[in-house]
């Protein structure tokens, strides 16, 4: 598990701040929302979830590679590949990883 921070409180603070003249409740304590987003913007930024996007954009332009070459076919409706193709993959994403 990664303890790198990617929001510093300063900046978890200066978002609840901005957001309080919008979102403030009755009492004046920041809606639960503002904190939600910040944390979801932490994630997003994570190493973790940067390389997941990578694998999958990695992924995808590869896919549409065969699919465009004619590499894709389909048997009994549903869509096959070659093994050999499914390895380039695999070895792909482990690159990626």
Do not use: W
Request: with cysteine; hydrophobic share 40%.
């Amino acid at each position: 598990m990664v303890t790198e921070k990617v929001l510093t409180d300063e900046e978890i603070i200066m978002i609840g701040q901005q957001d309080r003249l919008i979102e403030a409740g009755e009492n004046g304590h920041i809606l639960p929302v503002t904190f939600a987003r910040a944390i979801e913007q932490a994630i997003l930024k994570s190493p973790e979830i940067q390389s997941l996007k990578r694998m999958a954009e990695t992924l995808d332009e590869k896919i549409e590679t065969y699919e465009r070459f004619g590499e894709i076919c389909e048997f009994e409706g549903e869509p096959m590949i070659h093994a050999a193709h499914l390895e380039e993959l695999r070895d792909a994403m482990e690159q990626q990883a």
